[in-house]
């Protein structure tokens, strides 16, 4: 009876030690006798008690590591960096398990080579850029570190899933500098936005004063000549009336220097009239008046003779 007792308890205890669990997001290597055997995937599996043993559970999760260094420009700058690496194993594929299980003593080791790989890339292709080149090409340093480490981490059985640059700083000293050459560039085009701005003004004021001189003047043109027509009209209405109170004036037997008269009497009045306290000097005397009468009386005779 005893005897079963321990052979149940036996059993019982083998079970128990062949029995494990793999958690989701992991795979456990298994070993026999110190070598490599099979690969256990997530959930309950059974495993031979006392010969076979878990060697290393291996997740098959992203992981990601911050990164801090230093590397040189070619114009012997310094330039600081902070970045972090996302990378996985490639997959949950046996072969691919036995390079992430077997190719590094820890986990540790493996961080150790990544991040130094990762840095030495970096270093490598900065070393090849000035200073001003550095800061506009994070996308390009990228794209040259996974091109150089995709191949070695292929062979540890893992994938450099993303690289982020988050900073890049340089010495206080060039940081000052280059903060020096940003701001006399942008007073730069601000004044020559400024200029630009204030020659579009000019432009435009001179445009503008030379179309308000052109329509001043055409109205002064047009003016101009409705003056000129309005005296012509108003020359021959007088004329007209005056030949024609000359002509009544002959038939009724009148002396028609009457009108010479009346006109002479009229041009006075208007003097007076429309002056403006302008002084006008005429001969009001009997032999001046005379004299006056003469010449209009000379003009108009001229002017019948040239008809």
Avoid at 17 to 37: E, P, R
């Amino acid at each position: 009876m005893s005897s079963t007792i321990i052979s149940i308890s036996i059993l019982v205890v083998l079970v128990f030690f062949s029995l494990v669990t793999v958690n989701q997001g992991t795979v456990a290597i298994i070993t026999l006798f110190g070598k490599y055997k099979r690969i256990l995937l997530p959930g309950l599996r059974f495993k031979m008690p006392l010969i076979e043993r878990i060697y290393r559970r291996v997740s098959i999760q992203n992981q990601s590591i911050e990164l801090e260094f230093q590397a040189v420009t070619i114009d012997q700058a310094n330039v600081y960096f902070k970045s972090m690496i996302l990378y996985s194993v490639q997959n949950s594929d046996e072969e691919t398990m036995k390079k992430v299980a077997f190719k590094f003593i820890s986990n540790k080791d493996l961080m150790q080579a990544l991040v130094r790989t990762v840095e030495g890339s970096i270093r490598a292709y900065v070393a090849t850029k000035r200073q001003a080149e550095v800061l506009t090409a994070r996308r390009e340093i990228v794209d040259y570190v996974k091109e150089q480490i995709d191949h070695s981490l292929e062979e540890w059985g893992y994938h450099l899933q993303d690289l982020q640059i988050n900073d890049i700083t340089f010495d206080q000293q060039i940081m000052d500098s280059m903060s020096k050459v940003v701001a006399s560039n942008n007073l730069k085009a601000a004044a020559e936005n400024e200029g630009q701005a204030l020659l579009i003004t000019k432009t435009k004021a001179a445009e503008a004063e030379g179309n308000a001189i052109k329509i001043s003047a055409q109205a002064e043109k047009e003016a101009a000549q409705l003056r000129g027509q309005g005296v012509a009209l108003f020359r021959q209405e007088v004329a007209k009336g005056m030949s024609e109170a000359a002509e009544e004036m002959k038939q009724a037997n009148l002396d028609t220097n009457v009108i010479l008269f009346s006109m002479w009497t009229e041009a006075i009045k208007n003097f007076a009239e429309y002056g403006k306290g302008n002084v006008i000097f005429l001969d009001g005397s009997p032999d001046g008046m005379d004299k006056t009468m003469k010449q209009m009386m000379g003009l108009i005779s001229k002017k019948e003779e040239n008809k």
